[in-house]
């Protein structure tokens, strides 16, 4: 059974940097994605970026040139390193993961079906 367990997050002013990371655990294969996908209250939630274990990536527009997400496949940890913050990037941060084989990142929610706890992160102007 595949597991994640996520760590990093934060509050930071705007122009800030985190980096949040997820682990893995359980996989019997290595053609996965994995993903970060972030929500705030009242809203849907929404992908950021996505990464296949082949390096593969995938951004959405909003965070191009500021996140970066990386995978060290020796660990199966996922990574999203997010410079130049801005309040609007305030929310919750989920990591998700596909259990089958995956070939491509969406950033679509229905693509991915295990999720890390969620992890806070604050942006302030």
């Known amino acids: 059974q595949v597991q994640l367990a996520e760590s990093g997050g934060g509050s930071v002013q705007a122009g800030g940097s985190l980096r949040l990371s997820c682990k893995a655990t359980?996989?019997?294969?290595?053609?996965?994605?994995m993903g970060w996908f972030r929500q705030v209250p009242g809203k849907d939630r929404e992908g950021v970026a996505g990464?296949?274990?082949?390096?593969?990536?995938n951004y959405a527009d909003s965070v191009k040139g500021r996140f970066t997400i990386s995978l060290d496949n020796a660990k199966n940890t996922v990574y999203l390193q997010m410079t130049s913050l801005e309040p609007e990037d305030a929310a919750m941060y989920y990591c998700?993961?596909?259990?089958?084989?995956?070939?491509?990142?969406?950033?679509?929610?229905?693509?991915?079906?295990?999720w890390g706890q969620g992890t806070q992160v604050s942006v302030s102007s």
């Open positions: 359980g996989y019997t294969h290595d053609r996965y994605c």
């Open positions: 990464i296949y274990t082949d390096g593969k990536t």
């Open positions: 998700a993961a596909t259990r089958d084989v995956c070939y491509y990142p969406a950033l679509g929610k229905r693509g991915y079906d295990i």
